[in-house]
């Protein structure tokens, strides 16, 4: 078992739709856990953080944790072409020096 | 100011070339990280340093040599690379080795023929 994944996507959503992407993890005790956006050619950009059950807005991103059921999830209302992108969720691990990745969702706005 | 700077941003070396890539932070953060990033897959972990020491490095080959002269500046000095060793090389920084967010600089490509 991966220690973080996520659907690879393609992820396709029409203009103005709720994007939702997903993310499980294997450690059970991790307890940071991070959203970021990554354009092709470019560097991955954090867009959310989250540390405790429950939900955390921010613009038109809700990152929504789970740690009963180890998931993490990122919701983008309103969606923009411009949010086209691949999605990296990350985790710390225990020992709380390494951030493990995702292998990332790709996500794909129709105009 | 959450920005990280990295030089050069495209590198072409030969195999027998040495180069170094750079990069620097001045937010104050005291851990920093390189990254190694192939086409299509995630950011993969090589070195973490914390208060200016190696904390980490994850198994990586010797042609490969991290240095952090100052809280503000990581470098990796590349030796006798291979082919395989092109990919996007990530350096990222966050406050804290532990629990916190880390904020990428936009990397260099390197490709080595």
């Known amino acids: 078992q991966k220690e973080v994944e996520q659907n690879s996507g393609p992820l396709s959503v029409p203009e103005g739709a709720i994007a939702s992407l997903n993310c499980t993890y294997s450690?059970?005790?991790?307890?940071?856990f991070f959203w970021y956006r990554q354009y092709s050619g470019k560097s991955p950009e954090l867009i959310m953080s989250?540390?405790?059950?429950g939900d955390k807005e921010d613009g038109r991103f809700t990152a929504q944790l789970n740690k009963a059921s180890q998931y993490v999830s990122l919701l983008i209302r309103d969606s923009q072409p411009s949010d086209s992108a691949t999605y990296l969720c990350?985790?710390?691990?225990?020992?709380?020096?390494?951030?493990?990745f995702g292998a990332g969702t790709r996500l794909f706005v129709k105009a | 100011d959450t920005e990280v700077t990295q030089t050069p941003k495209h590198l072409v070396m030969g195999m027998t070339n040495k180069k170094s890539l750079k990069c620097e932070q001045h937010?104050?953060?005291?851990?920093m990280y390189w990254y190694k990033q192939k086409a299509k897959k995630p950011p993969e972990l090589m070195f973490v340093y914390s208060y200016e020491k190696l904390s980490i490095n994850e198994s990586v080959p010797s042609r490969f040599s991290p240095e952090c002269p100052n809280s503000s500046l990581l470098n990796l000095h590349l030796h006798a690379l291979q082919p395989e060793d092109s990919a996007l090389y990530l350096c990222?920084?966050?406050?804290?080795?532990?629990?916190?967010?880390?904020?990428f600089g936009p990397g260099t490509r390197l490709t080595v023929t």
């Open positions: 989250i540390y405790s059950n």
């Open positions: 937010m104050g953060h005291r851990a």
């Open positions: 990350a985790v710390i691990n225990t020992g709380g020096f390494k951030t493990i």
């Open positions: 450690d059970r005790v991790s307890q940071s």
């Open positions: 990222a920084s966050s406050q804290d080795v532990s629990s916190y967010e880390q904020y």
